[in-house]
C-alpha cells in the first residue's frame, strides 16, 4: 500500500475526519470498560496499590477529554500549516473546494453517529465524564469546514511568483 508523500494536501481532511472519529470512540469505549472492571478490580484486590491503581487510572481517563481536543485541534492546524509549504496550482482550486464539501457532508454523519452512540446505554455513562469531547464532535461539522477553508487559504492563497524577492528599501 502506497501512502501519499505530499505534505498539507486537501486529502488530509479526510484523514482528519476519520482519525479524530475514531479516537472519540475508542475513548468512549476504554472509559466505559474501565467503568466496569474498576468496582470489581477495587473489590477485589484489598492491597493499596490496586486503590492507587484505580484512583491513579480515574484522574487520567479525566485528562482525556482535554487531551481529545488537544489532538483535534492540533492536528488540523498541524495540517495547515504544512499546506503552507506545498506547492499547488490554483487550477485546482475549484477540485479540492469539492473535497471540501464532500468531507463537510460526511463530517454530519459522523456527528451524528458520535452522538447517538455517546448517549445509548452504559456509553451514556462514559459520555458525561467528556463534555468538551461530546461538544466538540457535536460541532464537528463547523470544526471539518473551518479546517477545510483554512487548508484552501492555504494551499491557494499563496502569492505565485519567480525568484523575485520583496526588499525594503530605505
Known amino acids: 500500500m502506497k501512502f501519499n508523500t505530499q505534505k498539507g494536501s486537501i486529502q ?3 484523514y482528519i475526519l476519520f482519525i479524530i472519529f475514531a479516537i472519540g470512540i475508542s475513548l ?3 472509559r466505559t470498560l474501565w467503568n ?3 468496582p470489581a478490580l477495587s ?3 484489598d492491597s493499596n496499590a490496586a486503590l492507587n491503581l484505580v484512583n491513579t487510572m480515574d484522574a487520567s481517563f479525566a485528562v482525556f477529554d482535554y487531551i481529545f481536543l488537544f489532538i483535534g485541534i492540533g492536528i488540523g492546524l498541524g495540517i495547515v500549516i504544512l499546506a503552507f509549504m506545498t ?3 490554483p487550477v485546482f482550486a475549484f477540485i479540492s473546494l469539492l ?3 464532500i468531507a463537510l457532508l460526511l463530517a454530519a454523519p459522523f456527528s451524528n ?3 447517538e452512540f455517546a448517549n445509548k446505554g452504559k456509553l451514556a455513562a462514559a459520555s458525561a465524564n467528556y463534555p468538551l469531547m461530546v461538544t466538540f464532535m457535536t460541532n ?3 470544526f471539518i469546514m473551518s479546517i477545510g477553508f483554512l487548508l484552501l487559504i492555504a494551499l491557494y492563497g499563496k502569492v505565485r511568483g519567480g525568484s523575485a524577492r520583496l526588499t525594503i528599501s530605505q
Open 12 to 14: 488530509d481532511l479526510f
Open 28 to 30: 468512549l469505549v476504554g
Open 36 to 38: 466496569e472492571i474498576a
Open 43 to 45: 473489590g477485589k484486590l
Open 87 to 89: 506547492e499547488s496550482h
Open 99 to 101: 473535497f471540501v464539501a
Open 113 to 115: 453517529v458520535f452522538i
Open 140 to 142: 464537528y461539522p463547523l
